[in-house]
């Protein structure tokens, strides 16, 4: 006869040791199981004599029960350290502050290409644009650069690898050539709608967009933008020119302090040409407008050559204009005191978080441009 307070000893010490469900599910079965050491004893009830059951009985029930208890209480005791040990390991710390958010800036040079936009937009202008691959046409010879003339080489072309036909299309040098696509398109009937006064002329239109040549070093890159004016009406003249690069300029830098310069220059598009520089001061590594001693050329104009104006089926004894084309990065470097440009396409993030604009200043002529 087992003794039955030794295995009920035996049995509660095991549960109670059990550091783990699978080891207290151990315990269970080899008390409570099929054959399980309680199981034989229930079994064993059957061949007894009644007395010996009625004596028994009670005591391997009872012990059952208890057994079946403690196994009870443990596994809810090993649940409830088991939801402890996981809640500590998931904890999340509400109170940490949370990580940086970064936030994009704008570009100083699109910053400075919508300021100009603005103001532009103010006096009248509307926007075209064209494509930045272009061909020699558009490029140099309907803008009156002579063929194999030396002009063709001043830009500092970059050439594409010719196609089927031999042509070969180039990055445009500027963005004059889109004063053709304009004019042309103007007698064709085919200017979009957004461009001024739709059909012919007077054109009045603005043409940012980037332009290419093989230069770089502090006031050169590769790569950099221009915006392109182009009046074409009855009675233009220079001092119209003149007048509308001075208005803007003050306008541009939000002051009067500014002084300009115009030069003599030579283009072939235009006739006469100038270019127009900005008094600054480049000394100690930055850069400050209306003082010092420094020049810094920022544009390009004069009056359309007839050559040109007839190149796109105008006729030049009745209609004339004038033409400019301005660095936006120059603008730009000059008007928030960036000496080098080439710092501006570097994309060094530092650069940018410190010299680049909230999404939310948008230029505003109403508000204010930056
Ligand atoms: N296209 C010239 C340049 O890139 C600038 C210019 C534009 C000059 C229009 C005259 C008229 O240097």
């Keep these: 006869m087992t003794d039955l307070t030794q295995l009920e000893a035996d049995l509660t010490g095991r549960i109670a040791a059990a550091a783990d469900a699978a080891a207290l599910e151990a315990v269970r079965v080899e008390a409570l199981g099929k054959s399980g050491s309680i199981s034989e004893l229930l079994k064993g009830l059957g061949k007894m004599s009644p007395d010996e059951r009625r004596e028994q009985g009670p005591k391997i029930n009872g012990l059952r029960d208890k057994v079946a208890a403690a196994i009870a209480e443990k596994?809810?005791?090993?649940?409830?350290?088991?939801?402890?040990?996981?809640?500590?390991s998931e904890r999340v710390d509400l109170t940490l502050p949370p990580p940086p958010e970064r936030k994009g800036r704008v570009h100083p040079t699109m910053q400075t290409l919508d300021e100009m936009i603005a103001v532009f937009g103010e006096m009248g202008f509307a926007l075209a644009e064209g494509p930045d691959i272009e061909d020699d046409f558009h490029n140099f010879t309907a803008l009156n650069f002579p063929p194999n003339h030396p002009a063709r080489e001043m830009h500092d072309t970059f050439w594409l690898p010719p196609n089927e036909t031999g042509e070969r299309k180039l990055l445009r040098t500027h963005t004059s050539p889109v004063q053709i696509r304009v004019m042309q398109q103007g007698q064709n009937g085919k200017l979009p709608a957004w461009i001024a006064?739709?059909?012919?002329?007077?054109?009045?239109?603005i043409v940012p967009g980037r332009v290419y040549r093989s230069d770089s070093d502090a006031t050169h890159t590769p790569m950099f933008h221009q915006l392109e004016g182009l009046v074409i009406d009855r009675d233009i003249h220079m001092g119209h020119l003149?007048?509308?690069l001075d208005a803007f300029t003050r306008r541009f830098f939000e002051t009067d302090a500014v002084v300009t310069r115009f030069r003599p220059h030579h283009f072939p598009f235009t006739e006469p040409s100038?270019?127009?520089?900005?008094?600054?001061?480049?000394s100690g590594g930055s850069i400050k407008i209306g003082q010092g001693t420094d020049w810094l050329e920022i544009l390009g104009g004069g009056m359309v050559h007839p050559n040109v104006i007839r190149n796109c089926g105008l006729d030049p004894d009745e209609w004339q204009g004038f033409a400019f084309g301005m660095g936006v990065d120059r603008l730009g470097s000059l008007k928030y005191g960036m000496p080098d440009l080439r710092d501006m396409f570097a994309a060094d993030v530092r650069w940018l978080e410190h010299y680049g604009f909230s999404a939310f200043q948008a230029p505003n002529p109403a508000t204010g441009l930056s």
């Design 242 to 244: 003149k007048w509308t």
């Design 197 to 205: 006064q739709g059909q012919a002329p007077p054109i009045r239109v």
């Design 75 to 88: 596994k809810a005791a090993l649940d409830a350290a088991e939801l402890d040990a996981r809640l500590a």
């Design 274 to 282: 100038c270019e127009m520089d900005v008094q600054c001061d480049r």
